[in-house]
């Protein structure tokens, strides 16, 4: 039941994030990705991979990978934000 909820929390980010940036401009992109992997990807994808993995080797210290994941995931979503608050809009720079 775990992973279908974790699951669900995924898929629903994933269709938030293409809902939430259609029509935005490039800067909008990343800062609205890269608060969706930061807050629904990170913890629950990790957890997924995490103790599906454990689960198919049938070792539990096999299940700490997600421990190791959620930070990569989330430093990736923190850079997109990043790149979205500190990137130039493409109209300000051709004036």
């Avoid at 629903?12 to 930061?38: C, D, H, P, T």
């Avoid at 990978?65 to 990569?72: D, Q």
């Amino acid at each position: 039941m775990m992973f279908v909820i974790a699951l669900i929390i995924v898929l629903v980010g994933l269709i938030a994030g293409f809902q939430l940036s259609e029509g935005r401009s490039e800067k909008g992109r990343y800062i609205i990705w890269g608060i969706i992997i930061m807050i629904a990807f990170a913890p629950f994808l990790s957890y997924l991979i995490g103790v599906l993995y454990g689960v198919l080797v049938r070792n539990g210290w096999a299940a700490s990978i997600m421990m190791v994941l959620f930070p990569i995931i989330f430093i990736i979503g923190l850079i997109n934000l990043l790149l979205g608050i500190y990137k130039k809009n493409e109209e300000e720079h051709n004036k």
